[in-house]
């Protein structure tokens, strides 16, 4: 059975409808920081931001 691992804005407040899926957790995070710069202008993450982010990631079946 393979797991994959998502992350949706709105888990985490926001009015926005981004979500992505990877196999591997660790490839979330260069994605989301991603999507942070461009559709909310968080161009330095800050570590309390990246603690909330990976508390929100989930493991799918």
């Given at each position: 059975m393979?797991?994959?691992?998502?992350?949706?804005?709105?888990?985490?407040?926001?009015?926005?409808?981004?979500?992505?899926?990877?196999?591997?957790?660790?490839?979330?995070?260069?994605?989301?920081?991603?999507?942070f710069?461009?559709?909310?202008?968080?161009?330095?993450?800050?570590?309390?931001?990246?603690?909330?982010?990976?508390?929100?990631?989930?493991?799918?079946?």
């Amino acid at each position: 059975m393979d797991m994959s691992y998502t992350f949706k804005c709105k888990d985490l407040g926001y009015d926005c409808s981004f979500e992505y899926e990877a196999r591997e957790r660790k490839d979330l995070m260069p994605r989301v920081k991603i999507h942070f710069k461009y559709a909310h202008n968080v161009f330095e993450m800050a570590p309390e931001l990246e603690k909330k982010i990976d508390g929100a990631i989930k493991e799918k079946a």
